[in-house]
């Protein structure tokens, strides 16, 4: 009989041993359930439960992504458009997650899809393809709230696509091209515009800069002519007042002075002048005149006295 009991016992935990012994991964919580209630909440490791008695959920708390199927949503104007939609989640709650609700992808895929079409409902077309950042960031904070308190948190929101209507693809192609070929028109008007302004400029800059070198150019040459003015007036000046010197100091004679106005007659003789006019105190230049012919006569009479001797004598 005790042979019997062992070997039950032995069977017994062979059977029911490996149900017992339950292996928590890293990033997974284990909600331990008894008889149909919520016991507690084991962390990762290996963990002990009572077989047929107790029973272990295990949540995966990593984040996740759902992929929130296309749907038609109509903006504000009136057009219908596809919109793609992802959003990331993680479990931040175990117990939450598992008795709040039943199946929380499906709650928060049906959740987004609602909010979008709020969302995309309250603007045009045009807000619609510009604004993905704000509808992105609206969006989270309006699923994070809502599903705290499945215990899950919404981390991020993104769309993928907005795809219009092909009519309206089409059109905005047509509208989008031609706003193109306007900005060229307008751009190559204005750049032959600024060119124009440029040239003119720069012919003005090159006026400018021709008639300030020639003012210049003139200014320097009326300073050199000045110059050499001055230079010359000053030689002229120099050269009076060496002569005049010279003059005074050499205690000329009136015989001097006669000759120097005979020399002084000759030049002005020598010109093309039919007219030419003496000075009028002619009184003392013809009594200094006589003086030097007087003294010319002088000088004649004894060179030739020799010569009347010689003559006598030969004869």
């Avoid at 230049?285 to 030097?292: D, E, F, N, Q, R």
Wanted: a negative charge; charged letters at 25%.
């Amino acid at each position: 009989m005790e042979i019997l009991i062992a070997i039950v016992v032995v069977a017994f935990v062979l059977v029911l041993g490996p149900t017992s012994l339950k292996i928590i991964r890293p990033y997974e919580k284990g909600l331990v359930e008894r008889l149909g209630q919520y016991q507690n909440t084991r962390q990762p490791g290996l963990n002990v439960i009572v077989p047929l008695i107790d029973r272990m959920v295990k949540v995966d708390m990593r984040e996740r992504v759902i992929d929130v199927p296309p749907q038609q949503v109509i903006t504000k104007d009136n057009v219908g458009v596809a919109v793609d939609l992802v959003l990331y989640f993680q479990v931040t709650d175990p117990f939450k997650v598992i008795y709040n609700v039943e199946d929380f992808n499906l709650a928060v895929t049906k959740l987004a899809q609602t909010n979008l079409r709020n969302q995309v409902g309250d603007l045009t077309l045009d807000e619609t393809l510009v604004s993905r950042e704000r509808i992105n960031s609206s969006l989270q904070v309006i699923l994070d709230e809502a599903t705290d308190r499945w215990g899950i948190k919404v981390t991020r929101v993104e769309i993928q696509a907005i795809d219009p209507p092909a009519d309206i693809t089409n059109a905005m192609a047509r509208q989008m091209k031609a706003e193109r070929e306007k900005r060229a028109v307008i751009l190559e008007a204005e750049g032959i515009r600024q060119s124009q302004i440029t040239k003119a400029e720069g012919s003005k800059q090159s006026a400018i800069l021709t008639a300030e070198g020639q003012a210049t150019s003139i200014q320097k040459i009326a300073e050199a002519e000045k110059y050499q003015r001055i230079a010359n007036a000053q030689g002229e000046s120099q050269a009076i007042g060496t002569v005049f010197n010279a003059i005074h100091e050499g205690h000329p004679t009136n015989e001097l002075i006669t000759l120097k106005y005979l020399e002084a007659l000759t030049s002005i003789a020598q010109g093309q002048a039919t007219k030419i006019f003496l000075p009028l105190e002619t009184s003392g230049i013809l009594s200094g005149l006589a003086t030097v012919l007087e003294a010319a006569k002088e000088f004649k009479e004894p060179q030739a006295a020799p010569s009347d001797k010689q003559g006598a004598g030969a004869s």
